[in-house]
């Protein structure tokens, strides 16, 4: 199986390129630092430089993977911004760069991963529950979670628009012990990709355009 791991570096996603190694998997993995890209290859990967935030990198991204088909594809890469607790309002760089990595990245990636996808593909987004608006009852970190929210969108528009080549997802990982997610998160980083793995292995056409917890549960939009 070949797996795509987009925003490798550290976290979710550097986990995910430790545990398909681990099974014997094919795996490419992007990072935007030469540090995070010298991880990778240690791990097996091979390793390719990209900032999901930069036009000119993304743009990339095509022919870098040109000629490759992937089984399976996770776009990570992600920033959380500001930890308001109530309605601070954001500086536009603020905005701009939580909007610009969880937002425009995907919308930048996907389209250009539309050839990369092997027949029945699963492509999965790390979402967070936070983009939830449903269950909603706190207020912090509003940007991040307006983003995703805002991807939670773009992952479904993909769904419909890939439907039929590939199964694509957008995923709560957990409140995971991460740079992001901290020391005091509940999810030790391991538990959460072996959780997604499983889910993303027995996904069916059915399932595309879902919204579901690490543990395959649907999270309601
Ligand atoms: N941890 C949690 O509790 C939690 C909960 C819900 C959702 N999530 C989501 O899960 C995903 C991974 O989170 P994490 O906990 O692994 O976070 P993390 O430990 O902070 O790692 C973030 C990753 O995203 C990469 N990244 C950031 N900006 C990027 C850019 N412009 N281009 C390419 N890569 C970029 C980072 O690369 P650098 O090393 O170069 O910065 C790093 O590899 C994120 O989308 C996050 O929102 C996490």
């Known amino acids: 199986m070949n797996v795509l791991v987009i925003g490798a570096s550290r976290g979710i996603g550097l986990e995910f390129v430790r545990q398909y190694r681990a ?54 890469a992600g920033v959380f911004g500001p930890r308001t607790s109530g309605l601070q309002p954001p500086s536009e760089a603020e905005f701009d760069a939580v909007m610009h990595t969880n937002v425009l990245g995907p919308m930048r990636v996907i389209p250009q991963l539309a050839d990369a996808l092997a027949p029945g593909a699963k492509l999965a987004v790390l979402s967070s529950r936070m983009g939830a608006l449903g269950a909603r009852t706190s ?37 995971v012990q991460t740079d992001m997610g901290g020391t005091g998160a509940e999810l030790p980083v391991q538990d959460s990709v072996a959780d997604m793995r499983r889910v993303l292995s027995g996904l069916a056409s059915t399932d595309n355009g879902r919204f579901l917890n690490h543990d395959g549960s649907t999270i309601d939009w």
Do not use: M
């Not at 030469?34 to 791990?43: H, I, K, Q, S, Y």
């Not at 940007?143 to 957008?170: E, F, H, P, Q, W």
């Open 139 to 175: 207020t912090s970190g509003w940007l991040y979670r307006a983003s995703k929210a805002a991807v939670n969108s773009v992952l479904k528009d993909a769904s419909i628009a890939l439907a039929g080549r590939a199964v694509c997802v957008s995923f709560h990982p957990g409140w």
């Open 23 to 76: 099974a014997g998997e094919g795996v490419w993995a992007t990072a935007r630092s030469e540090e995070g890209l010298a991880v990778l290859r240690t791990l097996g990967a091979s390793a390719i430089a990209l900032d999901v935030a930069s036009a000119e990198s993304a743009s990339r991204l095509g022919w870098q993977i040109e000629g490759l088909h992937f089984d399976t594809v996770i776009v990570c």
